[in-house]
T-cell receptor
């Protein structure tokens, strides 16, 4: 799996967009970028994933650079409930289950 | 959908005792994972199953840990004998066939070994 680098922590004002960066300069052609988050005292929660095109769902948008060496998770209108640790994971897609290497992630604090 | 169910939610035991953690995956999911989370080491995969068969148990710390999945709807993680350093939050997750990248986590079991 390609190594990922994320900032340790970030702050965001409530109602503003939260942009969480992830560097994955050694990503391979068949590896996807996944984002999960973990709210305090809860299990991790899947957010979104993508290969090379930008992706959007009801939770967030994922922007992947053209060279695929970095990506940004965007929470368009952050709320206090979005305060969590966000994990960027790079992994090849497979049919069957496999481990996810969560790393340290970015601790996002959304402030009033 | 009830999601992944884990029991107990909290467990406090004394060193040397046997501990059994339980997990019921989401119905229809064919992969099941056991993770452990501590402040020092973060989230670590212990073992995972595909179609009830253990695939990778390289993360199991030592022989005191064992995991079983007797059927598609139930799995256990057992620690015998337990030690204080086993204190952690243990998460179970499951994923559906064909979407193995999307893992759904349970609420976790907080284990404290005194």
């Amino acid at each position: 799996d390609a190594k990922t680098t994320q900032p340790t922590s970030m702050d965001c004002a409530e109602g503003r967009a939260a942009n969480l960066p992830c560097n994955h300069s050694t990503i391979s052609g068949n590896e996807y970028v996944y984002w999960y988050r973990q709210i305090h005292s809860q299990g991790p929660q899947y957010i979104i994933h993508g290969l090379k095109n930008n992706e959007t769902n009801e939770m967030a948008s994922l922007i992947i650079t053209e060279d695929r060496k970095s990506s940004t998770l965007i929470l368009p209108h952050a709320t206090l409930r979005d305060t969590a640790v966000y994990y960027c994971i790079v992994r090849a897609l497979r049919d069957s289950g496999y481990a996810l290497n969560f790393g340290k992630g970015t601790s996002l604090l959304v402030t009033p | 959908d009830a999601g992944v169910i884990q029991s107990p939610r909290h467990e406090v035991t004394e060193m040397g005792q046997e501990v059994t953690l339980r997990c019921k995956p989401i119905s229809g999911h064919n992969s099941l994972f056991w993770y452990r989370q501590t402040m020092m080491r973060g989230l670590e995969l212990l073992i995972y199953f595909n179609n009830n068969v253990p695939i990778d148990d390289s993360g199991m710390p030592e022989d005191r840990f064992s995991a079983k999945m007797p059927n598609a709807s139930f799995s256990t993680l057992k620690i015998q004998p337990s030690e204080p350093r086993d204190s952690a939050v243990y998460f179970c997750a499951s994923s559906p066939l064909g979407k193995a990248d999307t893992q759904y986590f349970g609420p976790g079991t907080r284990l404290t070994v005194l």
